[in-house]
C-alpha cells in the first residue's frame, strides 16, 4: 500500500507540473489529485522541491532508457548518434512535462526550473559524451574531447531541428543526418 501511494503522489504531481508548472504548482493541488492528505505527500517527500527531484530524475532515466532503445549495433557511429538525439530531442518535445518546463523556463525564468533544464541537459551531454569515447575506443571516430564533441554535436542537432524551421522548411531526418555526417563526421571519421 505504500509503494501504491507513494506511485499515486509521483503521478499526481507529474500531472500537476505538467498543466500548471512548477511555480504554479502546490502540495494542495497534488494532494487533491492523488486523493490523498497532505500529510501523506510529506511521509514521502519533505517539500515540493523533493517531490520534483523525484519527478526529474524519474524522466531523465526515461529519456535515458528512449535513446537507448534507438542505437542499433548494426549501424554506424554517426547514424546511431543522430539517432539518439533525434529520439532524445522527439521525447523532450513531445513529453508533456518538458514542454511546461521549456515554456516556464522562457516565460517566467522560475530558477528550480531553470536548474532542472541545466540538469536535462547535463543529462544528455553526459549520455552522448559516454558515446563519443565508445566510439573512439572502437577506433570508429579520432581522438577528441567527448565532453566538447557532445556539446557541439547537441547544440548543431537542437540549431536544425529548433531554430533552422523557426523561418525555414523545417528538415526531414535524412536532410539531418546528411548534414551532420557533412559537418561533424567526415572531419571525424577514421
Known sequence: MVVDRK???IDAATKSFSL??????????????????????????????????????RLIKEMKETAD????????????????LYSIL??????QLTIKLFQE?????TLAVIDVMEKLEHAILNYIAE???????????????????AFIMLKLYISLIFDWEKKRKPLDKEQI????????????SV
Open 7 to 9: 506511485k499515486l503522489i
Open 20 to 57: 500548471f508548472g512548477y511555480k504554479a504548482t502546490t502540495i494542495d493541488q497534488v494532494a487533491k489529485l492523488a486523493n490523498v492528505g497532505k500529510g501523506t505527500i510529506y511521509t514521502f517527500f519533505k517539500n515540493k522541491e523533493e517531490l520534483f527531484d523525484e519527478i526529474i530524475h
Open 69 to 84: 532503445a534507438s542505437i542499433d549495433p548494426a549501424l554506424s557511429f554517426y547514424e546511431n548518434v543522430h539517432r539518439t
Open 90 to 95: 522527439r521525447f523532450r518535445k513531445e513529453h
Open 105 to 109: 523556463e522562457k516565460d517566467i525564468g
Open 131 to 149: 558515446q563519443v569515447k565508445t566510439a573512439i575506443g572502437k577506433g570508429e571516430i579520432k581522438e577528441c574531447d567527448p565532453e566538447l564533441t
Open 177 to 188: 543526418l546528411k548534414l551532420f555526417e557533412l559537418y561533424i563526421f567526415k572531419g571525424l
